[in-house]
């Protein structure tokens, strides 16, 4: 199985401020024949589902406020929210989805400092 | 709108079955190949298996192979898991989930409201 490991498990931020999660997977999810690194962000808000943000490391899903972006390839991504809102508490998962078991991250519980 | 209804979830004693269902709506489902995720109270999600568009293939976590099965009535736009021999460890909410794109792999875009699988005597 593909481990995925984030990094931290939890992150204090300002209002305004930049959060940065990180997430590392071991073994590559980039499929080279397109050049696609398979990996996606969720942010879970407590009592709900996750909801998906990031899909192929980098592209925002639609309605994903800009603030948000990916980044990384291969075995190293990153979570970045630009400027933290207060709506932004929540628990971010990174998950491969390049070979079964699709795998998830430990979870960065991230609040307001 | 997409929906995911799930229903079936409640306290069953160890050893003991349960059938989970997921009623789709809002979109083509026969076009998705469908997804079981699980999340026991405060840990991580875990991916449990995946059907294809036609039901014809299915796929597992080791932690469920063999007491766990996956199907699909596209008729119905329905969505099953079956649970046997159920564990304590299989304590989880467990949520219906479709890829954000039908004809490959993608993040999951689409999420049910979770049913609750309770395995305790």
């Known amino acids: 199985d593909i481990v995925m490991t984030q990094s931290p498990d939890s992150l204090a931020v300002s209002l305004g401020e930049r959060a940065t999660i990180n997430c590392k997977s071991n073994?590559?999810?980039?499929?080279?024949?397109?050049?696609?690194?398979?990996l996606a962000w969720y942010q879970q808000k407590s009592g709900h589902p996750p909801k998906l943000v990031i899909s192929?490391?980098?592209t925002r899903v639609s309605g994903v406020p800009d603030r948000f972006s990916g980044s990384g390839s291969g075995t190293d991504f990153t979570l970045t929210i630009s400027s933290l809102q207060a709506e932004d508490v929540a628990v971010y998962y990174c998950q491969q989805y390049y070979r079964p078991p699709y795998t998830f991250g430990q979870g960065t519980k991230l609040e307001i400092k | 709108e997409v929906q995911l209804v799930e229903s079936g979830g409640g306290l069953v004693q160890p050893g003991g079955s349960l059938r989970l269902s997921c009623a789709a709506s809002g979109f083509t489902f026969s076009s998705y190949w469908m997804h079981w995720v699980r999340q026991a109270p405060g840990e991580r999600l875990v991916w449990v298996a995946r059907i294809s568009t036609d039901g014809s293939r299915t796929t597992y976590a080791d932690s469920v192979k063999g007491r766990f099965t996956i199907s699909r009535d596209n008729a119905k736009n329905t969505l099953y898991l079956q649970l046997n021999s159920l564990r304590a460890e299989d304590t989880a909410v467990y949520y219906c989930?479709?890829?954000?794109?039908?004809?490959?792999?993608?993040?999951?875009?689409?999420w049910g409201q979770g049913t609750m699988v309770t395995v305790s005597s």
């Open positions: 192929w490391a980098s």
């Open positions: 989930t479709r890829p954000r794109i039908s004809a490959i792999p993608d993040g999951f875009d689409s």
């Open positions: 073994e590559s999810v980039l499929y080279s024949s397109n050049n696609k690194n398979y």
